[in-house]
């Protein structure tokens, strides 16, 4: 089982940048998959989720709230977070992480599986 986040990069103000969680070793369909950050010195946040099976709702942290979007493709084992308008506030490692749990329980942080980080800096 392993999880593979990537795309991060140097992005000004205001920019976008999509990220991609890539999975192997389970079928990713039943799982939901969480985005999190970790900003220095700070607590790992949970931005953004999307259920598994058919469900496919999502839910977002308001600090993300109309900037990203979360989406999957289970036929490729992809997650993706497009994010649009980036603030330098929104400078952290990023992880992606799945588990058969609801959003709310994922987000809180309770995954059984994270992938390793993947650093996304805002600045001009």
């Known amino acids: 089982v392993q999880l593979q986040a990537s795309g991060g990069g140097l992005v000004q103000p205001g920019g976008s940048l999509r990220l991609s969680c890539t999975a192997s070793g389970f079928v990713l369909e039943y799982h939901a998959v969480g985005w999190f950050r970790q900003a220095p010195g700070k607590e790992r946040e949970g931005v953004a989720c999307?259920?598994?099976?058919?469900?496919?709702?999502?839910s977002y942290a308001d600090s993300v709230k109309s900037r990203f979007t979360i989406s999957r493709n289970d036929a490729k084992r992809q997650a993706y977070l497009e994010m649009s308008s980036l603030k330098p506030e929104d400078t952290a490692i990023y992880y992606c992480?799945?588990?058969?749990?609801?959003?709310?329980?994922?987000?809180?942080?309770?995954?059984?599986?994270w992938g390793q980080g993947t650093l996304v800096t805002v600045s001009s």
């Open positions: 999307i259920q598994g099976s058919s469900d496919h709702s999502t």
């Open positions: 992480a799945t588990g058969l749990y609801s959003c709310q329980t994922l987000l809180a942080g309770t995954a059984d599986d």
